[in-house]
């Protein structure tokens, strides 16, 4: 699916003064199965998911919102673009659709989203993966801290510094991403709007907002998995690890040959682990 195919899909609605467009796609095979929710990170925006999208959506109903500032949602120089307030947002956006509680699958920030959420709206949350995401103080990386600057709207064009950011990112692949993907993860930022957005994105990074949740990680209850592209480059697998140790009962699953971006280095095998785990706790859940 190309990115432009992925935008089609795209639903909007208003909280507020501000909107998020998101994708809303498969309808559950049964009536007690809660949806899932994927969150993307930094630099990216929901087409992140594409290629893990349809195997889920065969058997659950799957959203996957841009957050604040990102992809094709609100992206006005005027609102804070923080993880505290991407949760808040996420809690605002599941009661306007009238989602209770839902499993949420998330990487980088946005799983750094999904922990606040998990520890601090749990009601929200029934089952929780998180891939190579931020935590503790394994974040801002060096590359975000300096595009985050705000004299980094001055360097150079939209065109010429999202073509940097491009090159930038390919260490966070252990594979080589074909250009219509790379193209894809990327396409909204190539205006003034655009470059303006992911730059305050980036300057909204914060570690106090993961370091702050540390001591209400052995509070998580619901049924956790940390699955991790072991040679990633940005976020550390030991972090993973820990995770796993912190959140009680955490199921660890490294990803071989897969950096930063392991669902697009290793669709098959996470579509595989992520259908396998909501299948399995759906049970749980329900049984509770």
Request: with cysteine; proline share 5%; glycine share 6%.
């Given at each position: 699916?190309?990115?432009?195919d992925?935008?089609a899909l795209?639903?909007?609605?208003?909280?507020?003064d501000?909107?998020?467009?998101y994708?809303?796609?498969g309808?559950?095979?049964?009536?007690?199965?809660?949806?899932?929710?994927?969150?993307?990170?930094?630099?990216?925006?929901?087409?992140?998911?594409?290629?893990?999208?349809?195997?889920?959506a065969?058997h659950?109903?799957t959203?996957?919102?841009?957050?604040?500032?990102?992809?094709?949602?609100?992206?006005?120089?005027?609102?804070d673009?923080?993880?505290?307030?991407?949760?808040?947002?996420?809690?605002?956006?599941m009661?306007?659709l009238?989602?209770?509680?839902?499993?949420?699958?998330?990487?980088?920030?946005?799983?750094?989203?999904?922990?606040?959420?998990?520890?601090?709206?749990p009601?929200?949350?029934?089952?929780?993966?998180?891939?190579?995401?931020?935590?503790?103080?394994?974040?801002?990386?060096?590359?975000?801290?300096?595009?985050?600057?705000?004299?980094?709207?001055?360097l150079?064009?939209a065109?010429?510094t999202?073509?940097?950011?491009?090159?930038?990112?390919?260490s966070?692949?252990a594979?080589?991403p074909?250009?219509?993907?790379m193209d894809?993860?990327?396409?909204?930022?190539?205006?003034?709007?655009?470059?303006?957005?992911?730059?305050?994105?980036?300057?909204?990074?914060?570690?106090?907002?993961?370091?702050?949740?540390?001591?209400?990680l052995?509070r998580?209850?619901?049924?956790?998995?940390?699955l991790?592209?072991e040679?990633d480059?940005?976020q550390?697998?030991?972090?993973g690890k820990?995770?796993?140790?912190?959140?009680?009962?955490?199921?660890?699953?490294?990803?071989?040959?897969?950096?930063?971006?392991?669902?697009?280095?290793?669709p098959?095998?996470?579509?595989?682990?992520?259908?396998s785990f909501?299948s399995?706790t759906?049970?749980a859940?329900?049984?509770?």
């Amino acid at each position: 699916m190309n990115w432009r195919d992925y935008q089609a899909l795209q639903k909007v609605t208003n909280l507020g003064d501000r909107f998020v467009s998101y994708v809303d796609e498969g309808s559950g095979n049964n009536t007690d199965d809660d949806p899932v929710i994927l969150l993307h990170g930094i630099p990216v925006w929901g087409y992140l998911w594409h290629q893990v999208l349809p195997a889920l959506a065969t058997h659950h109903r799957t959203l996957i919102p841009d957050l604040l500032g990102f992809g094709f949602s609100d992206r006005r120089d005027c609102f804070d673009r923080s993880i505290t307030c991407q949760a808040e947002m996420i809690d605002q956006w599941m009661e306007k659709l009238g989602i209770a509680q839902a499993a949420f699958v998330a990487h980088d920030i946005g799983g750094g989203v999904a922990l606040r959420l998990a520890t601090l709206f749990p009601h929200r949350v029934s089952r929780l993966c998180v891939m190579n995401t931020v935590c503790y103080d394994s974040w801002p990386i060096e590359l975000m801290l300096q595009f985050g600057h705000p004299g980094a709207k001055s360097l150079a064009s939209a065109s010429k510094t999202i073509t940097s950011l491009g090159v930038a990112l390919k260490s966070g692949f252990a594979t080589s991403p074909n250009s219509e993907v790379m193209d894809g993860l990327l396409a909204p930022y190539h205006t003034e709007v655009g470059k303006l957005s992911l730059i305050r994105n980036a300057a909204a990074l914060n570690t106090n907002q993961t370091t702050e949740i540390t001591d209400r990680l052995h509070r998580i209850e619901v049924p956790t998995l940390v699955l991790w592209g072991e040679d990633d480059k940005f976020q550390l697998a030991k972090y993973g690890k820990r995770l796993a140790t912190d959140i009680p009962g955490a199921q660890w699953e490294p990803i071989a040959n897969a950096r930063h971006f392991v669902m697009l280095d290793q669709p098959t095998p996470v579509a595989t682990h992520l259908q396998s785990f909501l299948s399995a706790t759906t049970a749980a859940v329900n049984s509770v």
